[in-house]
């Protein structure tokens, strides 16, 4: 679907990360003005408040990326900077928009797919989904409720609920070697003992669905670029889930994976190898365990096209480029 070119200032927080460096690109191609902010290796950093309220105003879009990878093991500190480094960045894109003389027509700010319960029953909504439990859960709705908890009547917001993101990067260097070195088979859940604290904390996964029955949705980061793009021209708020309308489930993600790279043999991993694994390169087996069934409602509704709607061209597109 061809679109009229828009124009304006884009303000990219968070524009170091594999999407932010994608649409920061693309944004200067297009001859867009491009703002960026993060820690380090941008325009502006966060915390140089009168920067970013100057960035702010008078910009055409704002778009809030950051935050602490949740790629990493779920420690006390881990988690709190997983909060705080979406709450703290969220709050001060809010606060600049509060205070701008003319706000952004559009703040469209990161959020997950997580936020949705286990689902191996039916596929979860915008009007139907149900929100789950457990840390990353209640890390995707403060997050959420950053970005609406103030009155900003000039501004529409969205909060863009993303799956898995394909492309040259992310999480798709990883499957690429194990795939390579044999291990790009199905993961497993199973039983694994869960202690106290875990528990307490929301961090522990329970045993879900068998033998890689568990959901994969996911979206090539072409249509992320494509659904902004989209959701600039259309008059869209709330929550919109920025993902394919062809989820899978993880035995056929990881077969395609080997189908398009030609990798010949691919073992299975069992819960209790990817718990070590996980341990060893310090992640959480949540990430490729949670069953993830969401499908795109309010964009197949609204007359969104996908570039990439089935798995296999947008697997070869973003590995043919790795």
């Known amino acids: ?27 200067r191609r297009q001859g867009r003005e491009v703002v960026t902010i993060s820690r380090s290796g941008a325009d502006l950093r966060w915390g140089d408040a009168a920067g970013v309220a100057r960035a702010v105003d008078g910009a055409a879009l704002v778009i809030g990326l950051a935050g602490k990878s949740v790629n ?7 988690r709190r ?12 894109l809010s606060d600049a928009i509060a205070a701008a003389e003319h706000p952004p027509a559009l703040w469209i700010n990161s959020s997950t797919a997580t936020i949705y319960r286990h689902a191996e029953d039916r596929p979860m909504t915008e009007s139907e989904g149900e929100i789950g439990t457990g840390f990353s859960v209640e890390v995707a709705k403060a997050w959420e409720a950053a970005l609406f908890s103030r009155d900003l009547p000039k501004t529409r917001r969205i909060a863009l609920r993303t799956a898995i993101v394909l492309g040259d990067g992310g999480v798709l260097g990883t499957l690429r070697r ?16 869960v202690s106290r604290a ?14 890689g029955r ?10 992320v670029a494509g659904i902004i793009d989209f959701l600039e021209q259309h008059e869209t708020a709330g929550v919109v889930n920025a993902v394919s309308p062809n989820p899978v489930d993880n035995r056929s993600f990881m077969a395609t994976v080997r189908r398009v790279l030609g990798a010949r043999v691919g073992v299975s991993m069992p819960r209790w190898m990817l718990e070590l694994g996980a341990i060893m390169i310090r992640t959480e087996t949540e990430l490729i365990l949670k069953s993830r069934w969401v499908l795109p409602e309010r964009l197949t509704a609204a007359g969104y096209e996908f570039r990439y709607p089935t798995l296999e061209p947008a697997l070869r597109e973003s590995l043919d480029r790795g």
């Open 214 to 223: 568990q959901r994969y949705s996911w979206v090539h980061i072409e249509d």
């Open 1 to 27: 679907m061809t679109q009229p070119a828009k124009t304006g200032r884009v303000v990219i927080g968070g524009s170091t990360g594999f999407m932010g460096q994608d649409l920061v690109d693309r944004y």
């Open 81 to 92: 900077m997983i909060f705080s480094s979406r709450l703290e960045t969220t709050a001060a």
């Open 198 to 211: 875990r528990r307490a904390a929301g961090t522990a996964h329970f045993p879900g669905a068998g033998k």
């Open 178 to 193: 194990l795939a390579r070195v044999g291990l790009g088979g199905a993961q497993h859940d199973g039983r694994w003992p």
């Open 72 to 78: 990493c093991r779920y420690t006390p500190d881990n």
